[in-house]
């Protein structure tokens, strides 16, 4: 069994893509062996102690972290804001995870489908294709709660994937059989909760999904570029495995 932790970048829907932010959509999975979610936990909190003292009970908010305000306001310091990535880095590199992402642009399915697919659905369905089948098939994936009702429909997607091996009929499974032997148990927590899986999973959400978005050679903010690289490099592919580990639709 193992953990799975995700976060997104955009909304969930099409509503408002005439802003750049919401054009796009990127789900984020950071995918954990429970005996090393210990370090998480640990590297996380070490972390919020030794920058914000007795103000570190908190859950780290990337897109936050990025405008320098409220209790970032000390990152305006250019020294002080390289430390702290600097250190924020150092303590992702020291995490044991593997990482599958899935990006949808949402202008291209508007343009290309009648029936387009829910952007959160179509994600859940595309990373679960790119889980290691080579190795254990059940997971408990942690997703941030929303509305009951949202919940309850994200739910119904995975008993979908367990019952007929895919999330929703708007997209072609790539492996319908091992997609029905996943055993995937969803569980929903608040941001108050300071999951510190869904912190990481917040990071690289907006990081992929900024990066992406722009491109990733465009001039992005050195900050977020910098994750994405690093995970990239060490993160993305899994071992022994032909597939790339980021989905895309488009």
């Excluded at 491109?215 to 592919?237: E, H, P, Q």
Aim: glycine residues 4%; contains cysteine.
């Amino acid at each position: 069994m193992k953990y799975i932790f995700s976060d997104e970048y955009g909304t969930p829907s099409y509503k408002g893509i005439d802003r750049d932010e919401n054009k796009v959509f990127f789900l984020s999975a950071v995918i954990v062996d429970p005996d090393d979610y210990s370090e998480f936990i640990l590297g996380l909190t070490d972390f919020k102690v030794r920058w914000f003292k007795h103000k570190a009970e908190f859950c780290l908010h990337f897109k936050e972290i990025s405008k320098r305000e409220r209790i970032y306001k000390f990152l305006n310091d250019p020294s002080k804001e390289e430390e702290f990535h600097n250190d924020l880095l150092k303590v992702i590199g020291s995490l044991r995870f593997r990482f599958v992402g899935a990006f949808i642009d949402k202008t291209h399915i508007l343009r290309k489908y009648l029936y387009p697919v829910h952007p959160y659905i179509g994600s859940i369905q595309m990373i679960s294709e790119r889980l290691p089948f080579d190795e254990d098939y059940e997971y408990i994936w942690i997703l941030e709660s929303r509305k009951k009702s949202e919940d309850k429909f994200y739910t119904q997607s995975f008993e979908n994937l367990r019952d007929f091996g895919l999330a929703t009929t708007r997209l072609k499974p790539r492996n319908q059989e091992q997609l029905k032997k996943l055993r995937i148990a969803p569980l929903f927590r608040e941001k108050r909760d300071r999951i510190a899986g869904l912190e990481i999973a917040d990071i690289l959400a907006y990081c992929f999904g900024n990066s992406l978005r722009k491109g990733a050679d465009s001039d992005l903010w050195k900050y977020s570029k910098r994750i994405f690289k690093f995970v990239c490099n060490r993160r993305l592919k899994f071992h022994g495995s032909k597939w790339k580990s980021l989905g895309s639709l488009s």
